[in-house]
């Protein structure tokens, strides 16, 4: 058993250096190595006493996990075990039949499992990966970005106990769209994000946390415990209530829902719901007694390429997808299977007439996993745009994965503001996001087919007179349209800018720039501005770029008739931290990391997420300017600093002093 520092002296002769050091290998020994050495309330007295030498002693701020680094190993309080799997009814109902007592089914989402460990006082402790199910990896530094982990507990609901919530932490399939090409699926780029020592991947703040287990609080279901991790500040995973005879019927019902839930799952956990009962039951080395994965099959097959269509999306992007030979796979037809882009179909080098293996990833989506050949008819890219006959662009774009600079190449439509599927499938989405009322897919198509409405400039222009040639259109309706038009005149620049149907300009991209820039000054901003913003990386920010510029004419033709607004007040310009590159770093006292972003940018500066040469202020949190080890943030600031960058180093209280009322929400 190692010894404590200054073992056998007496604790009211140590100073205080001498009594952090006893202090953080006591923290280190509860925390990181689940071994107490002493009785908890011998170790506040330490920490009490410390405190009274050394009021501002930067252990102090580091204690309660805080002095982990990223991928210190942490034991588990109680080991993370795995699920026992079933593959059929039949399984099932044998399983159900042992026990007795009601059950919970909750979704099996595909991610990577997590603990979030919280102090007494309800504060975010740490986060560790499962590892070997004993002892995994520290990733607090990540978790900490994740948007629906809690940084703080309500205290009065936790009673002073040390919490622990075990969840699974997933990619969106919304947010995984954007890097599908790249990656295999989004479990993957979720474990690579949660153990990222640097940024450059996936940011953690795309990351998603499914709360399944909460330790350290007494409840007496799994029901009572989704409710309480709801008033917690967590999403828990749904849970619904069945029994041995209904469980199938669960199965089947999530079976045929799961393709539109934002998330991958690979089946359906059953739980007993009573505790008391499931704590009876107890598990195996391997898995609890009470609860069971019935999994989704995963079928895979082969089916012969027949031809590649060039399918154009309503953000002007054509991509080849694979007409296949049907083939079943996972219980329904397959014809068609998305090849990406053009540097994944180059990948597979493939010909018309080859053989190919397909699975259905996540069982849902027909995927393209390789080539078997067999055929020899070329596979031509076209040289004018499938819908208008324009030109093609190819768009080159390179992102680093795992230490390589990985290519991808794309195609586009040249003018996608002279394109009819471009412009069509954006008066959908403009409509849509605007929540204009009663503009169904019918009406909307029969507009563009008379030719009275061009795009969605055109809606505004829209009288009761052109709208009564339509079918099936009476006055009180035309009416109506006409007044749900106009009440859509006012909005918030945010929903105008996702309104616009580019790529990469989703709900999170336009709060994000609109909280930043107006509308003129958007139309102007750089690829790098852009990218400098936290959490949009280069490619986004390209795209973005891009984007704007190439609907121009749209913007302007909508300027004539909307008139967007800021969607916060912003005190862009004369922002007390205007032109300011912001960068945080050490434990942060009065303000939790996301915040602080926010306060920057509402005070118009940029928070940026590493510290760079364009980086103007970094603000420290607690003591650890004066810290023994300096975060590595710290550490290239003041190699910047030496090297004559002009950035400034200020501590959180002095920053949020400094900014006195401004500071305050
Ligand atoms: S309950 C003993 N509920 O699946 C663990 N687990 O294959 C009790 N998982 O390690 C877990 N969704 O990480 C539970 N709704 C859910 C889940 C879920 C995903 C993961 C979990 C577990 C793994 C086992």
């Known amino acids: 058993m190692p010894t404590a520092p200054h073992a056998g002296r007496d604790v009211a002769t140590l100073s205080a250096d001498e009594l952090a050091e006893v202090v953080r290998f006591h923290d280190l020994a509860y925390w990181r190595d689940d071994a107490a050495l002493i009785p908890d309330q011998v170790y506040d007295q330490l920490v009490e006493r410390l405190r009274s030498l050394a009021p501002s002693h930067p252990v102090l701020d580091q204690i309660g996990g805080g002095n982990l680094g990223a991928g ?12 026992g799997k079933c593959y059929s009814e039949a399984e099932l109902k044998h399983w159900a039949r042992e026990l007795e007592g009601g059950l919970v089914a909750s979704p099996k989402v595909d991610g990577a499992a997590c603990s979030v460990r ?24 990540n978790v900490a970005a994740i948007p629906n982990v809690p940084s703080q507990l309500p205290p009065h609901l936790i009673g002073g106990a040390e919490v622990e919530v075990r969840g699974e932490v997933y990619l969106p399939l919304s947010a995984f769209a954007a890097v ?27 990351l998603r946390f499914f709360a399944y287990d909460l330790m350290g609080v007494e409840v007496a279901s799994e029901q009572d415990k989704a409710q309480l991790l709801t008033e917690l500040g967590f999403d828990p995973a749904p849970t619904w209530p069945c029994d041995a005879d209904s469980a199938q019927q669960v199965y089947d019902d999530f079976s045929a829902r799961r ?59 054509i991509t080849p997808v694979a007409i296949l030979a049907p083939v ?53 890219p076209p ?66 087919d008379r030719g009275i409405v061009q795009d969605a400039a055109g809606l505004y222009g829209l009288s009761r007179e052109r709208l009564l040639e339509l079918e099936r259109m009476g006055v009180k309706l035309a009416d109506k349209l006409v007044a749900n038009v106009r009440a859509r005149r006012d909005i918030p620049l945010a929903t105008f800018l996702r309104a616009l149907g580019i790529e990469t300009l989703g709900r999170h991209a336009s709060e994000l720039l609109a909280s930043r820039w107006t509308l003129d000054e958007l139309r102007q901003v750089t690829k790098d501005e852009v990218a400098a913003l936290h959490s949009l990386g280069e490619i986004t920010a390209e795209r973005i770029v891009d984007g704007l510029a190439e609907q121009a004419p749209l913007i302007d033709r909508l300027l004539v008739h909307v008139t967007p607004t800021r969607s916060e007040a912003v005190e862009v310009d004369g922002g007390v931290l205007a032109g300011q590159v912001v960068v945080f770093t050490g434990k942060l006292e009065q303000l939790n990391r996301r915040d602080a972003q926010q306060l920057v940018v509402r005070l118009g500066g940029q928070a940026g997420s590493s510290v760079t040469q364009d980086t103007t202020l970094v603000v420290v949190g607690g003591d650890g300017l004066d810290a023994a080890s300096p975060s590595s943030k710290l550490k290239k600031a003041r190699k910047l600093q030496e090297q004559g960058h002009a950035l400034v180093l200020e501590r959180e209280a002095d920053f949020l002093g400094r900014l006195g009322d401004a500071a305050r929400p």
């Open 72 to 83: 210190d190993k942490v034991a588990h309080l109680v080991p993370m075990l795995s699920l």
């Open 118 to 141: 919280y102090d007494k006082t309800g504060r975010f402790a740490l986060a560790a990966t499962r590892g070997d199910g004993r002892r995994g990896e520290s990733i607090g530094h």
């Open 180 to 206: 599908s090409e790249l990656f295999a699926n989004p479990r993957n780029v979720a474990a690579g994000a949660l153990k990222a020592k640097e940024s450059g991947g996936v940011p953690a703040a795309e």
């Open 259 to 317: 393709a539109s839930e934002d998330y991958e799952t690979d089946g359906v956990v059953y739980k007993i719901d009573d505790i008391a009962t499931q704590q009876r039951l107890g598990a195996t080395g391997h898995h609890p007694r009470w609860a069971i994965a019935y999994k989704f099959q995963g079928d895979s097959g082969e089916s012969t390429l027949e031809q590649v269509e060039w399918s154009l999306a309503r953000t002007g992007t």
């Open 328 to 380: 079943l796979l996972s219980g329904a037809t397959v014809t068609r299977a998305t090849l990406h882009n053009l540097s994944n179909l180059e990948r597979l080098d493939l010909k018309l007439g080859d053989r190919l293996q397909l699975t259905r990833r996540g069982g849902v989506i027909p995927h393209v996993e390789g080539n078997l050949g067999g055929g020899d008819a070329p596979v031509v």
């Open 383 to 448: 040289s004018a745009c499938p819908s208008c006959g324009g030109p093609v662009l190819t768009r080159v774009s390179t992102r680093r994965v795992a230490g390589e600079d990985v290519e991808t190449r794309t195609l586009h439509c040249a003018q996608p503001g002279d394109c009819p599927t471009v412009l069509r499938g954006q008066l959908f989405h403009y409509t849509r996001v605007l929540e204009i009322d009663g503009f169904g897919d019918k009406i909307l198509e029969q507009l563009l």
